[in-house]
């Protein structure tokens, strides 16, 4: 008889934007007439750069002749691909060995597949409200979990604590859900505990490239020591407006070494090549060639452009509820909005209103953790009509 993962039965029934989704499909189904604006899951609207477009079908037509064929790649990714994250690294200030870069179909498998790497003795130090990758893929594989609190006191900001000795740390800046960025000093704090800790960092650095202020730290890297402790994922699906191309990369320190159960010392980079040469075929060549071209001078001309568009998204937002008094962190170096749902209504009750009444999608913030209960997060990836026309339904509902 095959034993199956009973961990899985501590999950939530269905993963958080599934949940969501359902909920306006009935929604749709039962008003067919309405404008349903969405500004839930974080999906962006630009389509891709016109140079990775180029680039994308050029890969496509190498495939077709044996002279430009490419069958299996390396399975960490090729090295036009590596050299391409280096230099965009470079560019501010972080450098990297190329057999540093992982080539990923995305963050969010990598976010999970990470947790192949740890013992299932480690103490897993998961910030609430958090992205639920981190705690369901923890879940999964049945590990020890402590919460540490985001609330408007820290700045949904958490700190390293006093009175947990944590192995492994997940820390998201820009920050999933809340849009909160943690500065230098604070991310000093947190390499200077790992350090003391022999702790791992997994830092999420998803939207670092809505970091607009050179003062605060896009990479980990920035801070020294970061290599003996940290392994950064990014994603291009924000950058390059890859979420439906997908690709993205890990970056594991060659200098990154921690001992396994029986004290050996082990290179964490060597395991991730081993687990991502066994486990990964590697991301496909075209794709790599479209994610190459991200990083074109071209390329990255025509993604900021993209970028500076929903940033004023963004702030359409933030003026649409400064209008009404509806408090709300974030929003300035990242494209969410983490608003504290109006009246003191809950998370699910403020997402039920929302939708019903004006027709918005949001996303609940308790969907994040316990400290998101009463809170509610809006993204700026839309359309700027749709962008306008949601906050003119927010101001004129709220504005009495
Ligand atoms: C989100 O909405 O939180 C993200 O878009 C989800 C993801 O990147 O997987």
Same mark, same amino acid.
């Given at each position: 008889?095959?034993?199956?993962?009973?961990?899985?039965?501590?999950?939530?029934?269905?993963?958080?934007?599934?949940?969501?989704?359902?909920?306006?499909?009935?929604?749709?189904?039962?008003?067919?007439?309405?404008?349903?604006?969405?500004?839930?899951?974080?999906?962006?609207?630009?389509?891709?750069?016109?140079?990775?477009?180029?680039?994308?079908?050029?890969?496509?037509?190498?495939?077709?002749?044996?002279?430009?064929?490419?069958?299996?790649?390396?399975?960490?990714?090729?090295?036009?691909?590596?050299?391409?994250?280096?230099?965009?690294?470079?560019?501010?200030?972080?450098?990297?060995?190329?057999?540093?870069?992982?080539?990923?179909?995305?963050?969010?498998?990598?976010?999970?597949?990470?947790?192949?790497?740890?013992?299932?003795?480690?103490?897993?130090?998961?910030?609430?409200?958090?992205?639920?990758?981190?705690?369901?893929?923890?879940?999964?594989?049945?590990?020890?979990?402590?919460?540490?609190?985001?609330?408007?006191?820290?700045?949904?900001?958490?700190?390293?604590?006093?009175?947990?000795?944590?192995?492994?740390?997940?820390?998201?800046?820009?920050?999933?859900?809340?849009?909160?960025?943690?500065?230098?000093?604070?991310?000093?704090?947190?390499?200077?505990?790992?350090?003391?800790?022999?702790?791992?960092?997994?830092?999420?650095?998803?939207?670092?490239?809505?970091?607009?202020?050179?003062?605060?730290?896009?990479?980990?890297?920035?801070?020294?020591?970061?290599?003996?402790?940290?392994?950064?994922?990014? /994603?291009?699906?924000?950058?390059?407006?890859?979420?439906?191309?997908?690709?993205?990369?890990?970056?594991?320190?060659?200098?990154?070494?921690?001992?396994?159960?029986?004290?050996?010392?082990?290179?964490?980079?060597?395991?991730?090549?081993?687990?991502?040469?066994?486990?990964?075929?590697?991301?496909?060549?075209?794709?790599?060639?479209?994610?190459?071209?991200?990083? /074109?001078?071209?390329?990255?001309?025509?993604?900021?452009?993209?970028?500076?568009?929903?940033?004023?998204?963004?702030?359409?937002?933030?003026?649409?509820?400064?209008?009404?008094?509806?408090?709300?962190?974030?929003?300035?170096?990242?494209?969410?909005?983490?608003?504290?749902?109006?009246?003191?209504?809950? /998370?699910?009750?403020?997402?039920?209103?929302?939708?019903?009444?004006?027709?918005?999608?949001?996303?609940?913030?308790?969907?994040?953790?316990?400290?998101?209960?009463?809170?509610?997060?809006?993204?700026?990836?839309?359309?700027?009509?749709?962008?306008?026309?949601?906050?003119?339904?927010?101001?004129?509902?709220?504005?009495?």
């Amino acid at each position: 008889m095959a034993i199956v993962n009973g961990n899985y039965a501590n999950l939530k029934e269905s993963y958080l934007f599934a949940d969501i989704a359902n909920k306006v499909a009935a929604y749709a189904a039962a008003n067919p007439d309405k404008k349903i604006i969405r500004m839930g899951i974080g999906d962006v609207t630009m389509p891709l750069a016109r140079c990775v477009v180029d680039a994308l079908v050029k890969a496509s037509i190498d495939q077709g002749s044996a002279d430009t064929f490419h069958g299996y790649g390396p399975e960490q990714g090729y090295k036009f691909f590596q050299d391409a994250v280096a230099g965009y690294y470079a560019d501010f200030g972080v450098e990297l060995d190329a057999k540093e870069i992982f080539c990923s179909d995305g963050a969010k498998s990598d976010c999970g597949n990470l947790t192949d790497l740890f013992c299932n003795a480690d103490t897993i130090l998961i910030p609430d409200p958090v992205y639920p990758v981190y705690l369901d893929t923890n879940i999964m594989c049945g590990r020890n979990i402590k919460y540490m609190e985001g609330n408007p006191e820290n700045g949904f900001l958490p700190m390293p604590p006093k009175d947990i000795k944590a192995d492994v740390i997940y820390l998201c800046s820009p920050n999933n859900p809340t849009g909160a960025v943690y500065s230098k000093e604070q991310l000093e704090a947190w390499v200077a505990y790992a350090l003391e800790n022999d702790s791992v960092i997994l830092f999420d650095a998803a939207y670092e490239a809505f970091v607009s202020d050179p003062a605060v730290p896009r990479s980990i890297y920035l801070i020294p020591g970061a290599k003996k402790c940290a392994i950064e994922l990014c /994603s291009l699906s924000k950058l390059g407006s890859f979420t439906g191309t997908r690709c993205g990369y890990t970056i594991v320190p060659l200098e990154l070494v921690r001992p396994d159960e029986q004290g050996n010392m082990m290179s964490l980079n060597k395991m991730w090549l081993r687990r991502q040469t066994t486990k990964y075929n590697g991301t496909s060549y075209i794709i790599q060639r479209g994610a190459e071209a991200i990083f /074109s001078e071209e390329g990255l001309k025509q993604c900021r452009k993209n970028l500076a568009y929903y940033q004023e998204n963004a702030k359409i937002m933030m003026a649409g509820l400064d209008k009404v008094g509806i408090k709300y962190f974030g929003g300035v170096h990242s494209p969410y909005i983490w608003l504290q749902c109006p009246n003191g209504m809950g /998370s699910w009750e403020f997402f039920d209103m929302l939708l019903e009444k004006f027709g918005i999608v949001g996303t609940p913030g308790a969907g994040f953790g316990k400290c998101g209960e009463g809170y509610f997060r809006l993204t700026a990836f839309g359309s700027r009509e749709n962008t306008i026309e949601a906050m003119e339904r927010i101001v004129a509902g709220f504005g009495k």
